[in-house]
Nanobody, 127 residues
Framework: QVQLVESGGGLVQAGGSLRLSCAAS????????MGWFRQAPGKEREFVAA????????YYADSVKGRFTISRDNAKNTVYLQMNSLKPEDTAVYYC????????????????????WGQGTQVTVSS
């Protein structure tokens, strides 16, 4: 059974930065793609970013492209989301997700690519 634990959320002013972390346990992390999603109050969960199992490919939602960076450290079983130039509309609960199978692509920018989810971490951006 995989366990994903997010951390790093908090309150930040517009224009500021945060780095989210997601620590994975229970599976061979290095062979799974990883992703980040977010859900704002009253809205559906939406794709934010994903990284292939090899780390060689990354994917972003248009709304965060150029501001957010996803990365992974397989030695630490951890995936990161560096968020810069934050906007009030980035306010949401951010969820880490593990790819649905080993060596599977995570290019569809969709929750259908992912099989396990963390509990989420709150990010609040004040104006």
């Amino acid at each position: 059974q995989v366990q994903l634990v997010e951390s790093g959320g908090g309150l930040v002013q517009a224009g500021g930065s945060l780095r989210l972390s997601c620590a994975a346990s229970g599976r061979i992390f290095s062979v799974y793609g990883m992703g980040w999603f977010r859900q704002a109050p009253g809205k559906e969960r939406e794709f934010v970013a994903a990284i292939s199992w090899s780390g060689g490919s990354t994917y972003y939602a248009d709304s965060v492209k150029g501001r957010f960076t996803i990365s992974r450290d397989n030695a630490k079983n951890t995936v990161y989301l560096q968020m810069n130039s934050l906007k009030p509309e980035d306010t949401a609960v951010y969820y880490c997700a593990l790819g649905s199978g080993p060596y599977m692509e995570v290019a569809k920018r969709s929750s259908s690519d992912f099989g396990s989810w963390g509990q989420g971490t709150q990010v609040t951006v004040s104006s």
